[in-house]
């Protein structure tokens, strides 16, 4: 339990007060094996903490945090089916989704699991060969994804990721409820070869219901019949009943389950647009992934645990160094939703001010988590990273290799990669050393700026530097490496929260802005009257006056 009165809280607020005297480059002057020592190898992933505000003795009491919360027998009970999800009365299991190992006790679901697969692949099967038709005959060229939060950021942001292994079908992504959204997407489309996935796994989402509403009368338009709904309609949902509800045939609807939480959720049928993008191969590789991040984080002795170490380095940044907020920096135009995606798993996940038994958590819990690809953050927000008021933690996740495209000759490919890759090495190396005094006035003097003024103008240069970063490697972006990145990050996130000793799975948060969303729609739509807090009431006669 995070407890700030414990022995180990103590120990760590002295850490913090002792590093903070002391310049990163010392803590390599130090210690020659630090870039051994400060790294961590796991499922095809390397992360390279070296350049955190850590020593060897900060890092052990932080590991005595992570014990002192149970955390070896709260990722058991996950990993077991133990009811933690205590909020909503629920397992977490995601991680059986991809588990290929017959699990002791819950071969059950990985009989659900294994079934709902073989009926991707025959599905996905049906798409590619032609041999499933559209109202006219005619076979099925793109895929529109309906659905928002977890059904919508995962696909997407592994479809974008997983780019250069898309050889079938076109992918869209329609969430916002924004008509415009949509019209924008059907505007490109032919409804006689477009196929609708309606993802929602409570199918109870009102933006998603909308969409797929819209789509389907945009559908029958031009089909001209009823029936033309199960050809081109098929959905992914915990509510089947309702999904048939909606008119889509039960043949037509891929099952999910309630021990599967919507951000944690594209490896199950809500992954249904990876596989047609991509194949099915492709798909399983990336659960191949994701299960040997899995195997790593449930094994691995928690100094050596990627997962663990992340976690960890980020509570030591939130709760001891007051940082706020974190920044995930990928240096790959491919993972360009990256951050997007992990804003929702993190941030939904580990938001949160009250401990699993009712009372008020005690510090900071979750980070705010943004950030842009690199290099076009460089461009914008670095500026802050380098030489704002505040530490910004950061994560650069940087692929070594790019995968060969056909627009760009392999020589000049390998030009641009190395000069990402010096970019993303240079940040990185940037916000740990900074600027000197010296250096700034030294560089205004080769300027030709006489000394005093150089003196004075030098602060405005100079940068503090020892900013905290990890560097997350791997070979290439691959299936599998995606898998274990995103893994990676699921479980970070698990073990902050039992540090934390809050429940990442549950999100009451996002619940009372659709309650009030149902009283002020109807105020919208009809006569009724307005009767909510006076700014709200002027707001919506602002609406009114506009629609006159
Ligand atoms: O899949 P659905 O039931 O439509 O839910 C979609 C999204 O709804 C809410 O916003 C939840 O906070 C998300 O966690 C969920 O992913």
Redesign the pocket.
């Known amino acids: 339990m995070f407890t700030p009165d414990s022995p180990v809280h103590h120990a760590l607020v002295q850490h913090q007060l002792r590093l903070a005297q002391v310049p990163t480059t010392q803590l390599f002057d130090h210690d020659p094996n630090r870039v051994q020592a400060f790294n961590c190898q796991a499922a095809g992933l390397h992360a390279d903490f070296s350049k955190h505000r850590v020593d060897a003795n900060a890092l052990n009491v932080l590991i005595q945090l992570a014990e002192s919360a149970d955390l070896i027998t709260k990722r058991d009970a996950m990993f077991n089916g133990e009811v933690i999800n205590h909020t909503e009365q629920r397992q977490v299991l995601h991680s059986i989704l991809r588990a290929r190992h017959a699990h002791p006790t819950l071969g059950h679901l990985q009989t659900d699991v294994s079934n709902t697969l073989d009926r991707m692949a025959t599905f996905v099967d049906a798409i590619h060969s032609g041999q499933w038709r559209g109202f006219s005959h005619l076979s099925i060229t793109d895929v529109v994804n309906i659905?928002?939060?977890?059904?919508?950021?995962g696909p997407q942001m592994v479809t974008e990721a997983l780019a250069p292994y898309q050889t079938q079908v076109n992918l869209h992504f329609v969430s916002n409820v924004d008509g415009a959204d949509l019209a924008q997407t059907l505007d490109k489309l032919n409804p006689a070869t477009t196929l609708f996935v309606v993802?929602?796994?409570?199918?109870?989402?009102a933006?998603?219901l909308t969409n797929a509403r819209t789509a389907r009368r945009w559908l029958l338009a031009a089909a001209g019949t009823e029936d033309a709904t199960a050809k081109h309609f098929v959905a992914v949902?915990?509510?089947v009943a309702r999904a048939v509800d909606f008119g889509i045939t039960p043949d037509n609807i891929f099952p999910?389950w309630d021990w599967v939480?919507?951000?944690y959720?594209l490896w199950s049928a809500?992954g249904l647009p990876i596989a047609l993008a991509c194949g099915m191969p492709v798909f399983e590789q990336l659960l191949a992934g994701a299960e040997a991040m899995d195997q790593h984080f449930a094994s691995a002795p928690l100094l050596e645990n990627m997962p663990v170490i992340m976690a960890v380095l980020g509570i030591f940044y939130i709760n001891y160094w007051h940082c706020d907020t974190h920044a995930i920096l990928p240096y790959s135009h491919y993972l360009g939703s990256f951050t997007k995606y992990i804003q929702?798993l993190d941030m939904?996940s580990n938001g949160k001010t009250v401990a699993l038994q009712g009372t008020a958590s005690s510090g900071h819990t979750g980070p705010i988590i943004w950030g842009e690809v690199g290099t076009n953050g460089q461009h914008s927000f670095h500026q802050l990273l380098h030489q704002g008021t505040r530490i910004v933690p950061v994560d650069f996740i940087l692929p070594l290799t790019t995968p060969a495209v056909s627009a760009i000759d392999t020589e000049t490919l390998k030009h641009h990669q190395a000069q990402l890759v010096a970019n993303c090495l240079s940040q990185s190396r940037a916000l740990m050393l900074g600027k000197s005094r010296v250096q700034a006035e030294q560089e205004f003097r080769q300027m030709g700026i006489p000394d005093a003024e150089a003196c004075a103008l030098a602060p405005h240069k100079m940068m503090p530097g020892n900013r905290p970063s990890t560097t997350i490697t791997m070979h290439c972006l691959t299936p599998e490496n995606l898998g274990a990145l995103i893994a990676l990050y699921e479980h970070k996130v698990f073990v902050q929260s039992a540090i934390w000793n809050i429940n990442a799975f549950d999100?009451w948060?996002?619940?009372l802005g659709?309650q009030l969303c149902n009283e002020i729609l109807p105020v919208l739509t009809t006569d009724a009257a307005t009767a909510f807090d006076p700014s709200t009431n002027a707001l919506i006669q602002r609406y009114k006056d506009a629609h006159q």
């Open positions: 659905g928002i939060g977890g059904s919508d950021l993802a929602s796994k409570t199918f109870t989402t933006e998603t949902s915990s509510a999910l939480g919507g951000r959720s809500i929702q939904e999100q948060g996002v619940e659709k």
